[in-house]
Nanobody, 123 residues
């Protein structure tokens, strides 16, 4: 079992930036990647970004490509999501995820989920 602890959400004006952090603790074999999903009110969850712990694979949702950057610090089992040029449509609860296989993330399935952190973008 893996525990994910998130931090860094908050409120920001359009065009602003926020950085989310997610630290994983548990069985290393269950942590092949770290990533984020998000869910806005009244909408389905969508995959935002993910990165494999070996650094070889990265994926972004098209709506955040060029604005969000995911990075990993494997010494701390921590992932960061730098979110720049934030838009009102980025408003959502962001969930950190991990699992034993990068393929799992590609398929849109994740074994372990964090508690979620709110990101609000408004004027």
């Amino acid at each position: 079992q893996v525990r994910l602890v998130e931090s860094g959400g908050g409120s920001v004006q359009p065009g602003g930036s926020l950085r989310l952090s997610c630290t994983a603790a548990g069985n290393a074999q269950e942590i092949d990647y770290l990533g984020w999903w998000r869910q806005a009110p009244g909408k389905s969850r969508e995959k935002v970004a993910g990165k494999s712990t070996n650094g070889r694979n990265t994926q972004y949702h098209t709506s955040v490509q060029g604005r969000f950057i995911i990075s990993l610090d494997n010494t701390k089992n921590t992932a960061y999501l730098q979110m720049n040029d934030l838009k009102p449509e980025d408003t959502a609860v962001y969930y950190c995820v991990t699992g034993p296989s990068w393929v799992e993330f590609l398929r849109g399935e994740s074994s372990s989920w964090g508690q979620g952190t709110q990101v609000t973008v408004s004027a």
